[in-house]
């Protein structure tokens, strides 16, 4: 009877601290984590009385501590040989069967381990500056090592904790064939936030502990992260991050690394952030320009950004939808501040030159960012595959005006800059190499050079397969192209991006496509040729190399399908024309085959 309640106390310890660390967990972050087939709208903070504070982390850490202490004194005794085996009264065996006392044991041990170095590796994270990484990263190992050891403890579990396992591995929700304790699948029925009440399912065991591996693996990519101070960097390791699919969890950690008490990284200030980023020429610390309300205003977009692209690829299109028009009007605001406001600033504090930079650097950058979200705003359809293939025709169309416009504004701000840097040198006696070399166009802009000449070769080619051979022909049983246009558009277009641009100017452009037309051929040798010069530009950037070979790919394979289409001339009603994204996510691969 006392062996009996001893290990009833151990295992009463060990889930106390579980279900303890738990809530701690669920009030920091403010979310819950059910691992169950849910949707993140369902994600609530209601604690329903619930007293969920975060200041019991040393007691709980010391419950776990000392289940973890007893267990590893017990496996201790079960290892040791007969000859030294002493018979202590205060260590109990977990179970009645001596023999399987020591994997039972191990299989317990590990879990407690998993558990406190999962807490250890989330605490880190969340330390401001991104001063915990390095740590969280050992102890994100640690959690790989202790999920392997569970995995190789669950035959033994199904084995001899409960008999015979009937059902799969695939179905158990846990590694022993029980009853889970704790949890409940209604519990979202009852408890569940203002949406109509959807039964779930919990999640094998096995499919937990690949879910753990790749939550894991997700954060370790975080905490590997350089904190890049560029703001243009840090855009493209979000974006980049976001193709991992990471789950709520990893990308709450995301938007917690970047913004912190108003800054990135807790470190540096948004105006800072915005000065690097536009280039900005150098002013006094104290100038009044910091303290203008509307680039305050800028700020928060700027983080308002930040937070969109760490939340999930649908909420992220419908909300980078309606941040374009924020952006659109605070560029018209700084307009009209910088004509107004910094021109008295400018014959008071300091030169009226220096105020002219300064607007023309934000302006442009503002500008160059907001084509920037629209262009993102596009690509996500076709991830979310909201497009048809009979209106892939004016979304490329449209690509190739939103990217137009983006190299517009990039290649612009780059020369404000190369200006500026220019001039500065203009005063260093030693700078005559620098005076001498010829500005070139940078490789990220050539990058997007490719993208735009894929764009309109995509646009055309469809266009001519609808006008000379009836594919993906426009009009539809529900609407009329007329409305598909302003369905997938209405946001850009309540935002002028591009102004003015209608649907009217799209049927214009593609009425007369045809394939015999030289410029679609030409686009796709000309994406194909940029591409490979740039390798050698991109060699230290894995993530560049891999893009500028997709689009190899797809420039290759539709510049042997369009050839082959032009030399049959009329398309037999055996051969089916269709696209697939095989080589690049957003830009199509056409595929002509023989049915």
Known sequence: MQRGTRVIHWLKQFFLASIFLSLIEHHR???????????????????????????????????????????SRQLRACKAPPSKKRVVEDIEPLQMNPDLEEEFCKALLCRIRFRKHFYHALTAMKRPQGRGLELARKHIDSCLSELDSILKSSEFLCSNACGTCEDGLEDRTTASGCQPIGFDASLNCRLSAPTPPRAIKILSWIKAVEYFQKLLHDLDILCSYSLDPLLEGVLRFVVEFQKFQPDLVARAHLQVLLI??????????????????????????????????????????????????????????????????????????????????????????????????????????????????????????????????????????????????????????????????????????????????????????????????????????????????????????????????NQHFELLQKASIPDPITFFSYEESTMNARLSNPVMHNCFKDALRIAKELRSCFSHDPERVAELRRIEQVAEHNGVALNLICRLGTLEPSLKVYFEFSHHPYFATVVVKRS
């Open 260 to 485: 912190h008490d108003g800054k990135l990284y807790g470190r540096d200030p948004i105006f800072t952030v915005i000065s690097k980023a536009a280039a900005l020429p150098e002013f006094p610390k104290d100038h009044e320009i910091q303290k203008n309300e509307v680039l305050a205003q800028l700020g928060q977009l700027v983080i308002s950004l930040l937070k969109i692209l760490c939340t999930n690829a649908a909420w992220q299109r419908r909300k980078l939808g309606k941040i374009l028009q924020d952006w659109r009007v605070s560029y018209m605001q700084l307009e009209l501040a910088f004509k107004k406001e910094f021109r008295d600033i400018s014959s008071t504090l300091i030169d009226e030159s220096l105020c002219d930079k300064i607007s023309k650097h934000i302006l442009v950058w503002v500008e160059e960012q907001t084509y920037w979200i629209a262009s993102r705003f596009l690509v996500l359809g076709f991830e979310l595959e909201l497009y048809s293939p009979s209106e892939y025709c004016m979304v490329y169309w449209y690509m190739y005006v939103v990217f137009i416009k983006l190299v517009e504004k990039t290649h612009l701000k780059m020369l404000t800059s190369h200006e500026t840097g220019k001039r500065k040198a203009k005063k260093k006696k030693d700078s005559s190499k620098d005076l001498a070399r010829d500005y070139q166009i940078p490789p990220g802009v050539l990058l997007l050079q490719c993208h735009i000449y894929l764009a309109e070769a995509l646009t055309m080619m469809l266009a001519a397969l609808r006008n000379e051979h009836k594919v993906f022909p426009s009009l539809g049983p529900f609407n009329t192209e007329y409305e598909r246009f």
């Open 29 to 71: 972050m403010h979310c819950c984590i059910l691992i169950a087939e849910s949707y993140e709208e369902d994600l609530f903070t209601m604690t329903y009385g619930l007293p969920l504070k975060g200041d019991g982390d040393e007691k709980c850490l010391s419950m776990l501590h000392a289940v973890e202490e007893t267990i």
